[in-house]
């Protein structure tokens, strides 16, 4: 499937656009690929599977572009002279039943002149005689890129005095492969052979080979010229199979220059494999500065740690400051500033990969004011679990234990001095011993009393610290916390790469469209054919 050039130009503004917007290229880039006109001859009409060719007069001032448009057109239809610059409008010569479907995009209506006529000869013809684009005056310039596009053949109109004008002949490289040329030496009576050679090789030089040049005399005057010839050969390229071939010609050429524009656009954009590796400089970057963050906590942790075993019931009323104001921050503008540093020596590492940074920049920016809240919030979260449960697992076990002993061995004291007592006044009742007496009741006091204080005793003893289960708290949070920035940077990696290799996609599609349908292959039709020899090879 072939697609529509104008449709490849606009698929290519839509990318330039976003991609601009996104980071992924400079402005330079996506005014390049803005600056692509769509417009091409055959959209200048209105016609159904054919229209006529449109030829075009170009050249500077005083060279005789109108004159020879009016000998053409066998009356005055372009405005002739020695004012300087003689055209300052475009004259449209055309048989009057073809219609202009629209005018070229910003021109002015007053800047063209339209002249119709009724030879049928020359009905598939658009003649245009072009302003002189070598005028001071900039509108000029304007009007002759304007109507460029719209051009099948250019016929470069120059003077013996002229034929070297460097405005011209850049204008020639810029255009030379768009267009088909002729090339008319006017003002031949005052013309050497020497200017013809010199001529012929600037043409060659600009890529024609056997460039096609009448030599012609527009004034009143009996000196022979070739201007027949030109006619002659104008007319013979007014047919279905020319204007078909300069149209397949001039949109592939057009493709083919805007291929190249985005094959250099995508060595902006760097290769997949290159940003497959942006993860891996990152793992490597935060490697290193995770470990400059732990030791520089160290002593943080340990004033934060004491504050909250000293003030755990302002934790709650306040927990972010406490009571006390002077209370250490952990995120303070030392760790900022290393983890800034790291970001931006990470982005320096995927520049260095050829890599486009603007849009892995953009979405870090989020994460440097988010790392201050995620320390925060993991600091303050895993401190409070801490000293809701100090100690470990197997410590808080072991005080369930004793505290369960604290109340069961002294009942159980109590229980046995009990029995004991019932059992004894039992006894001295059937035996007539004596009974219970003061000893029994010092060492059952004694027992009772060393059963409730030995629990009591471990339990005071092996209370756990809410210091140290403040630090395992905070140094929970910030193993955490530094994960959880690992993780947001981690996932904006992967959202760059992936909207890398998408732009890679757009952009390679776009390119590959370009190529797809038949390429433009010149007619073999022997040297006799005019054609040949007016496209630059």
Not at 327 to 333: A, M, R
Request: hydrophobic share 40%; charged share 25%.
């Amino acid at each position: 499937m072939a697609y529509d050039y104008s449709e490849l130009v606009e698929k290519t503004k839509r990318w330039a656009e976003q991609a601009l917007s996104a980071g992924w290229i400079n402005t330079e880039a996506a005014k390049t690929l803005s600056d692509f006109d769509a417009r091409t001859p055959e959209s200048l009409f209105n016609h159904n599977g054919s229209r006529p060719l449109i030829v075009a007069f170009m050249g500077g001032t005083g060279v005789g572009k109108s004159s020879l448009l009016n000998r053409l057109a066998g009356k005055a239809v372009a405005k002739a002279g020695i004012e300087r610059p003689t055209s300052r409008e475009v004259t449209l010569f055309h048989h009057k039943d073809i219609a202009i479907q629209h005018l070229p995009e910003k021109l002015p209506i007053e800047k063209i002149k339209i002249a119709q006529h009724d030879d049928e000869t020359k009905k598939n013809i658009v003649w245009i005689d072009m302003p002189d684009f070598d005028s001071t005056e900039q509108s000029n310039k304007v009007l002759v890129f304007e109507w460029l596009p719209h051009i099948d053949v250019l016929i470069y109109v120059v003077s013996p005095e002229r034929y070297r004008d460097e405005k011209a002949w850049r204008l020639l490289l810029s255009e030379g492969n768009r267009h088909a040329w002729l090339f008319v030496l006017n003002q031949w009576d005052r013309g050497q052979q020497a200017q013809f050679e010199d001529f012929k090789q600037q043409l060659g030089k600009a890529g024609f080979v056997e460039p096609i040049i009448f030599k012609t005399v527009c004034a009143e005057s009996t000196y022979a010229d070739e201007f027949t010839a030109l006619q002659s050969t104008i007319l013979s390229l007014a047919n279905k199979h020319v204007v078909a071939e300069l149209e397949q010609r001039g949109t592939q050429v057009r493709k083919d220059e805007l291929r190249q524009k985005l094959q250099d656009t995508l060595q902006l954009l760097g290769s997949k494999t290159a940003a497959n590796q942006i993860e891996d400089r990152w793992e490597n970057q935060w490697q290193s500065t995770s470990s400059q963050l732990q030791q520089g906590f160290i002593w943080p942790i340990q004033k934060l740690a004491a504050y909250y075993a000293d003030h755990a019931a302002d934790l709650i009323a306040k927990p972010t400051t406490g009571t006390d104001q002077t209370v250490t921050v952990l995120w303070d503008d030392w760790a900022q500033a290393r983890f800034g540093d790291a970001l931006d020596e990470f982005i320096v590492k995927v520049d260095e990969l050829g890599l486009p940074v603007a849009p892995l920049k953009n979405q870090l920016t989020f994460v440097r004011t988010k790392a201050p809240k995620i320390i925060q919030a993991q600091s303050e979260l895993h401190v409070r679990q801490a000293l809701a449960h100090p100690g470990n697992v197997l410590h808080r076990t072991f005080l369930k234990f004793v505290r369960f002993c604290e109340i069961a061995l002294p009942l159980a004291a109590i229980g046995w001095v009990g029995y004991q007592v019932f059992v004894g006044y039992y006894d001295s009742n059937t035996t007539r011993d004596h009974y219970l007496g003061i000893d029994f009741a010092i060492h059952s006091s004694l027992l009772i009393l060393i059963s409730w204080l030995i629990p009591w005793f471990i339990l005071k003893k092996l209370k756990p610290s809410l210091e140290k289960s403040a630090l395992r708290g905070l140094n929970k949070g910030l193993e955490n916390a530094i994960n959880m920035i690992d993780g947001e940077v981690l996932q904006i990696v992967e959202t760059v790469t992936e909207q890398h290799t998408a732009q890679l996609r757009q952009i390679i599609q776009i390119t590959e469209e370009c190529s797809v349908g038949e390429n433009y292959k010149p007619e073999k039709t022997g040297s006799d054919n005019p054609l040949t020899r007016m496209l630059i090879n």
